[in-house]
């Protein structure tokens, strides 16, 4: 990790200068993105095909599986994906659906089981899928058990996440999907942490929520009677193809200036926003027991998923400690995360509906992202490029060539 490593102590000493000189990087333009690519179905489809059905999805999180033979299935974007812990300890990732007729081979939720059986007709998988047992196979007729087990689906576990790609003839290899961004999340330590709870929230069109994960601009503004009121509005983005860090050039930077770069904590160097192109971010928070003691970071990870329509989205938030829960603190995590159930509910994605519904009266042809807001100009290009990006291998030669983009 020296590579990462050296990245994050480098853009530290970045932020603390332009926090000195009292300066922020900027894009070079305004960017304008058509009204029409956040309405428009025909659009929408392309982006679900394009980015959602071929880059890696964080379906879960390493905590989820480390015994032997655990599971957990779950529909991701109108696929039903189980995901399981095998005999060899490799996680391995499948399209829950029976050889036999198509039944749901496993019932949503978790659990550890070496068999899995249909409950159609009692046909049965191991965790690696094969096809094990078919009932009255006499009687059934010639089966070859080896070529009849559940299709498979890329999967990559890394950084504590759990990534599965929702189209089984793509590439296996995930990873190129991640330009290398892969070890800077290492830094987060999520493979140690202990997930605390999850819960949902309904947002208007993808990208529009997407939007706001990637923006600091609207911190003090639109979260000032929550949490935003005293929060810097300017933002760092640095990238690695699509998947960006946002970071904000504020007083904890001066204050980091203050100890010598050995004494950095791991705490300090990752902190910010980590988005995962194209659906996910990762955002930390300090939380402390009884009388402020005790405590630590706790994570907070969103995955937004596109809904049934355009103008839909689900987005399921989980908490992670990087410390176990006692007893005691439990209540003030539960506390934060009810807060921030309400605010991504009650402010961002209230705001982006009333945005959408402002779009969708036509009277704007477009929207702007300013020079401060250089985070959302790569995130639109990224799609906008992909959307015209027809076969995988083409995909695959940009997120190939896509080399560290810091914002200088
Ligand atoms: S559909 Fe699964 S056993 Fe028949
Ligand atoms: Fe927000």
Not at 190 to 213: E, F, H, M, R, S
Not at 244 to 258: C, E, H, I, K
Not at 375 to 385: P, S
Request: aromatic share 10%; charged share 25%.
């Amino acid at each position: 990790m020296a590579v990462s490593n050296d990245r994050l102590l480098e853009a530290a000493r970045r932020t603390i200068a332009h926090v000195k000189a009292d300066t922020v990087p900027l894009a070079e333009t305004i960017a304008k993105v058509p009204a029409e690519h956040y309405l428009d179905h025909d659009r929408w489809l392309s982006e679900l095909r394009s980015l959602f059905h071929r880059f890696p999805l964080v379906f879960g999180f390493s905590c989820e599986f480390v015994e032997r033979f655990s599971y957990r299935s779950t529909e991701v974007m109108g696929v039903p994906v189980l995901v399981s812990r095998a005999a060899d300890d490799t996680l391995r990732a499948f399209v829950n659906v029976c050889s036999h007729r198509g039944a749901r081979v496993v019932a949503e939720g978790a659990g550890t089981t070496r068999r899995f059986t249909c409950p159609y007709h009692a046909w049965s998988y191991d965790n690696s899928g094969q096809l094990v047992g078919i009932l009255d196979h006499d009687q059934f007729g010639e089966v070859d058990m080896d070529c009849n087990g559940l299709t498979e689906l890329p999967v990559l576990e890394r950084a504590g996440l759990v990534f599965v790609g929702l189209n089984h003839e793509g590439t296996p290899d995930l990873e190129r999907y991640l330009c290398g961004y892969e070890e800077m999340l290492e830094h987060l330590g999520l493979a140690d942490c202990y997930l605390t709870g999850q819960q949902t929230v309904d947002g208007p069109n993808w990208k529009i929520a997407y939007d706001g994960y990637l923006d600091f601009y609207h911190l003090p503004i639109l979260h000032r009677e929550s949490f935003g009121a005293d929060l810097c509005n300017k933002a760092i983005y640095d990238a690695w193809g699509p998947h960006q860090r946002v970071s904000a050039p504020d007083s904890s930077a001066l204050r980091l200036d203050q100890s010598p770069e050995s004494q950095w904590s791991i705490g300090a160097l990752t902190s910010g926003i980590w988005t995962i192109f194209p659906h996910v971010s990762i955002a930390s928070f300090h939380v402390a027991g009884p009388n402020g003691e005790g405590g630590g970071r706790m994570y907070m990870v969103s995955q937004l998923f596109p809904g049934e329509t355009p103008d839909t989205s689900t987005t399921t938030q989980t908490f992670l400690t990087t410390f176990e829960p006692t007893e005691e603190i439990r209540p003030f995590i539960e506390a934060q995360q009810r807060f921030l159930l309400k605010v991504v509910r009650d402010e961002d994605y209230a705001t982006g509906f009333l945005l959408q519904r402002g779009l969708k009266s036509g009277a704007k042809d477009f929207v702007m992202f300013g020079r401060n807001e250089a985070g959302g100009q790569r995130f639109h290009a990224w799609v906008d490029r992909l959307v015209d990006t027809e076969s995988e291998s083409e995909v695959l030669a940009l997120v190939d060539e896509a080399t560290y983009e810091p914002q200088i």
